[in-house]
């Protein structure tokens, strides 16, 4: 099983970008999905999830609600994240999972599988 986590990049305040799980040997369609993110000399926090597929709303963090939003393309087997209006602070190391259980939602300890990260980076 891999997740490959990509997108990541430089960006300035306000701007955007699409962070993108995609994975091998596992089908995100039977997942919950989460992306967390790790600041420079910060803990792991969540930043949205995705439950398995049952009609659920996702979850979004409070510093990212309606910037944020989490989506799946089964098609593609691909979890993005479409980040809107950054700002300094969502400068991090984002990381995607995913877990068996269906509404793992923020909880870190509840999921299988990790992705390798991608850097954000949000210049002032």
């Known amino acids: 099983v891999q997740l490959q986590a990509s997108g990541g990049g430089l960006v300035q305040t306000g701007g955007s970008l699409r962070l993108s799980c995609a994975a091998s040997?596992?089908?995100?369609?039977?997942?919950?999905i989460g992306w967390f993110r790790q600041a420079p000399g910060k803990e792991r926090e969540p930043v949205s999830c995705?439950?398995?597929?049952?009609?659920?709303?996702?979850y979004y963090a409070d510093p990212v609600k309606g910037r944020f939003t989490i989506s799946r393309d089964n098609a593609k087997n691909t979890v993005y994240l479409q980040m809107n209006s950054l700002n300094p602070e969502d400068t991090a190391v984002y990381y995607c999972?995913?877990?068996?259980?269906?509404?793992?939602?923020?909880?870190?300890?509840?999921?299988?599988?990790w992705g390798q990260g991608t850097l954000v980076t949000v210049s002032s």
């Open positions: 040997g596992i089908t995100l369609e039977n997942y919950a």
């Open positions: 995705i439950p398995r597929s049952d009609g659920s709303p996702p």
């Open positions: 999972a995913a877990a068996k259980t269906a509404q793992a939602m923020s909880v870190m300890r509840l999921y299988d599988y």
